[in-house]
């Protein structure tokens, strides 16, 4: 099945290596599909995910929220995620319309 949406985000390792501290920021992707979403690690049924929403940390940097029955899972994004969480939404309103509940 291919994926209706994508949104780039990273995620920041720390590692110590003689005795220094270093950052290693990993770019990843996140896929949406029709009903699940997927991050590198992670898989979402859909019919888990509660919400999704941003909040800007200033420029174009961001924090994505995804809420789940399982918890709130936050990643970092560098651009406005406003296409993915409208697909989201769009996906969800058409199954309310075509089968009356969510």
């Known amino acids: 099945m291919k994926w209706v949406a994508q949104l780039p985000y990273y995620k920041i390792q720390r590692e110590i290596k003689d005795g220094e501290q270093r950052s290693i920021?990993?770019?990843?992707?996140?896929?949406?599909?029709?009903?699940?979403?997927?991050?590198?690690?992670?898989?979402?049924?859909?019919?888990?995910?509660?919400?999704?929403?941003?909040?800007?940390?200033?420029?174009?940097?961001?924090?994505?929220?995804?809420?789940?029955?399982?918890?709130?899972y936050t990643y970092l994004v560098e651009c406005d995620p406003e296409s993915f969480i409208d697909t989201f939404k769009e996906q969800q309103m058409n199954k309310i319309e075509r089968t009356g509940r969510p």
Request: glycine residues 8%; contains cysteine; charged residues 25%.
């Open 25 to 72: 920021t990993c770019n990843r992707l996140m896929y949406l599909y029709k009903d699940r979403v997927v991050t590198r690690h992670r898989e979402f049924p859909i019919k888990d995910i509660l919400d999704m929403s941003y909040r800007s940390m200033g420029g174009s940097e961001g924090m994505f929220y995804l809420y789940t029955s399982k918890g709130v």
